[in-house]
């Protein structure tokens, strides 16, 4: 591996980075670095942690947490917002925190969505969540629409976590989901990004929450999801421009797998690298449409040994460069690029 990693600073130096080695290395798996040279890119994940399938449990319902460890998606969300009603938001947080510290390790990764800003309850979730004995690695925050929000969280972030130390900073994935979150997603990426250095979190990725955003929007939702294609492209497009996973909307029609696998891979295409589900059952078709396939990998793997032979042999690389990506497999080069 460090053979490998060595052979990346070479890559940047080739002036090839951002063309190749993102392809490749994602495809094949390898741990995500920071070598972008990006002011965008300071935070990312120092272990790339894939997020295809993200699956909502209710944070008050016992059984289904329970269930967590022997489940197949990439991520997991306990859920104290929408999921849970009302009168049941005391009774989620205890159970979250409970299951934090219990539950056996292995599985998925278990995150908390904790209630907007806008709510008036968000600093009561924080506060459960973060004087738990056992913290969870990435915390969502729904209905970002300002700057102003992502700013009260830092804050508040800091105060909270103030004596508490942190192998790595915790995980923060923000959502899209108004008319006006959408207007502010950028500042709201820039401002994530910059005050995560000093707050002890790392902006990693964003959720589009599509039923809010039409509900702000007054659109009618269709199966194809058109009316939602702007949005959808805006999302993911300013979240690669920030080196953020971008998490794609929900198919409400759980029962429709062929629906599914038709608006997956067409995310997947967009450049999203993973869409929220609502129920086990649209773990699997999730998870393939954000794969590689063996032919994928193949490719990945003979474009990096390729390199290293050229780099023995003292050999220009560019020309082979070119002649794998007109030959590769993925048709949109930047398909696989999680950018951190």
Not at 53 to 68: R, T
Not at 145 to 169: H, N
Not at 209 to 234: P, V, W
Not at 283 to 309: C, G, H, M, Y
């Amino acid at each position: 591996m460090s053979r490998i990693m060595a052979s990346l600073f070479s890559y940047r130096a080739h002036g090839l980075l951002n063309t190749v080695f993102p392809v490749a290395t994602r495809i094949i798996g390898l741990p995500s670095i920071s070598l972008l040279g990006s002011r965008h890119h300071q935070h990312c994940e120092a272990r790339y942690v894939p997020r295809r399938a993200v699956l909502y449990v209710p944070g008050d319902d016992e059984h289904k947490i329970s269930k967590l460890p022997g489940l197949h998606a990439d991520c997991t969300i306990m859920d104290c917002e929408d999921g849970v009603a009302q009168n049941r938001k005391e009774v989620a947080r205890e159970t979250i925190r409970n299951a934090l510290a219990t539950l056996p390790q292995g599985g998925p990764e278990r995150t908390v969505r904790l209630n907007s800003v806008a709510s008036g309850i968000a600093e009561e979730d924080l506060r459960a969540i973060l004087s738990g004995p056992t913290l969870p690695p990435t915390l969502l925050l729904p209905k970002v629409d300002t700057v102003e929000e992502i700013r009260w969280f830092a804050d508040q972030f800091s105060t909270l976590m103030k004596g508490r130390s942190l192998p790595v900073p915790m995980n923060l994935i923000t959502y899209v989901e108004s008319a006006m979150g959408l207007l502010n997603f950028q500042n709201v990426c820039e401002e994530g990004s910059r005050l995560g250095q000093s707050a002890g979190f790392r902006l990693v990725g964003t959720v589009f929450g599509s039923d809010d955003f039409c509900a702000s929007m007054g659109t009618t939702r269709t199966a194809d999801a058109h009316e939602l294609l702007y949005t959808r492209q805006k999302i993911v497009t300013t979240a690669k421009a920030y080196g953020l996973q971008a998490i794609d909307l929900v198919y409400t029609e759980y029962k429709d797998e062929v629906g599914l696998e038709r608006q997956a891979q067409e995310g997947a295409l967009m450049g999203f690298t993973g869409k929220q589900v609502i129920h086990p059952g649209q773990i699997n078709a999730v998870q393939k449409a954000f794969s590689p396939s063996a032919r994928q990998l193949d490719w990945a793997r003979e474009l990096i040994s390729t390199f290293e032979e050229h780099q023995k042999l003292g050999k220009v690389f560019k020309t082979a460069v070119h002649h794998h990506l007109r030959s590769s497999p993925v048709q949109n080069h930047d398909f696989f690029f999680y950018p951190c």
